[in-house]
C-alpha cells in the first residue's frame, strides 16, 4: 500500500509558444509530476512531463503506472482484509481519483463512528506522499526553485536523478525510522492480516499479454463494485483494530 498524489514544479522559462498549455490555475507555467510514495518516503513510481494545465485525473489516464498489471508483468501480491482473501494492491488517494480497485479513497462528511475512524486513518496514511515531496523539495534546492532551463527534457533527467538520489538516502536510513516495519513481513503461511506477501515477479522485459487477458485485467483494476467491497472491508477492519468498542 502506497498513497499517489501529483506535484508542480514550475517552469520560469517555458517557451511563450506553450505557456498557454503549460499555465494552470495558479497563473504559472508548471510540469507536473505524478509519483506513488510509501509510509517510509519511498518513492516507488514517477511519472513526469505533463503539461500543468491538467488535472490529477488527466494525468492519471496518461500514466504508466498500471501497464505491468494489465499486462500481467506485476508482482503477485496478497493479503488478509477483514478476513476476506485479495490478490490486488490499493492506493490511498484524494477524491478526484476514481473508484477503481485499485485507489482506496476517503469519505466525505462520515457520519458513523466507523466511518470517522477510517476517514482519519485514511487520510493521514494519504499525506505519506505529500511527505515525500517536501522531503524531496528540501533536499535537493534545484526542484523546489522554478526551473530555468529552456528544456522539459533536461527537467526530466535532473528530476530523475534526485529522486533516484532521494531513495538510496531513504534505503540507507529507514531502519533508523521511528515505529518503522517492514511492509512485506507475514507469518510463515503469508496470510497474517493486514500485512502483504509479495512474491518474486517473473518479469520478462517487452512482454506484452494478449489482447484478452489485457483487457480482463484492465477491468479488475477499473471494477467499481470490488473498490466498494475493498473499502467496507478496510472499514471494518480498522474499526475492529482501533475503534472504541465502549
Known amino acids: 500500500m502506497g498513497s499517489i498524489d501529483c506535484m508542480h514544479w514550475q517552469w520560469k522559462n517555458c517557451p511563450v509558444g506553450w505557456r ?34 491538467c488535472n490529477d485525473l488527466t494525468v492519471l489516464h496518461r500514466s504508466p503506472i498500471f501497464d505491468d498489471m494489465m ?21 490511498l488517494t ?30 493521514a496514511a494519504r499525506k505519506d506522499v505529500e511527505r515525500a515531496f517536501g522531503v524531496l523539495q528540501a533536499r535537493f534546492a534545484v526542484i523546489r526553485k522554478p526551473a530555468l532551463t529552456w528544456s522539459e527534457q533536461l527537467m526530466r533527467k535532473i528530476l530523475k536523478c534526485c529522486i533516484i538520489i532521494h531513495n538510496m538516502v531513504v534505503e540507507d536510513e529507514r531502519d533508523t525510522y521511528a515505529n518503522y516495519s517492514d511492509p512485506t ?32 485485467n484492465r477491468n479488475r483494476i477499473r471494477n ?22 465502549n
Open 94 to 123: 484524494d477524491g478526484i481519483y476514481p473508484q477503481w480497485t485499485t485507489f482506496i479513497q476517503s469519505i466525505p462528511l462520515p457520519q458513523t463512528p466507523k466511518d470517522r475512524l477510517f476517514a482519519e486513518r485514511q487520510e
Open 224 to 245: 467499481a463494485r470490488a473498490h466498494q467491497v475493498l473499502r467496507a472491508d478496510l472499514i471494518e477492519n480498522i474499526w475492529q483494530k482501533f475503534g472504541d468498542h
Open 185 to 216: 513481513e507475514f507469518d510463515n503461511n503469508g496470510n497474517e492480516e493486514g500485512h502483504l506477501n509479495v512474491e518474486d515477479p517473473e518479469y520478462e522485459v517487452g512482454y506484452t499479454a494478449p489482447i484478452t487477458a489485457y483487457i480482463q
Open 20 to 53: 498557454g498549455m503549460y499555465q494552470g490555475r495558479s497563473g504559472r507555467a508548471t510540469v507536473i509530476l505524478e509519483a506513488v510514495a510509501s509510509q517510509d518516503l519511498w518513492i516507488w513510481h514517477s511519472f513526469f512531463g505533463i503539461p500543468g494545465s
Open 71 to 91: 499486462n500481467g508483468r506485476a508482482p503477485r501480491v496478497n493479503y488478509m482484509v477483514n478476513g476476506k482473501h485479495y490478490n490486488m494492491g490499493y492506493y
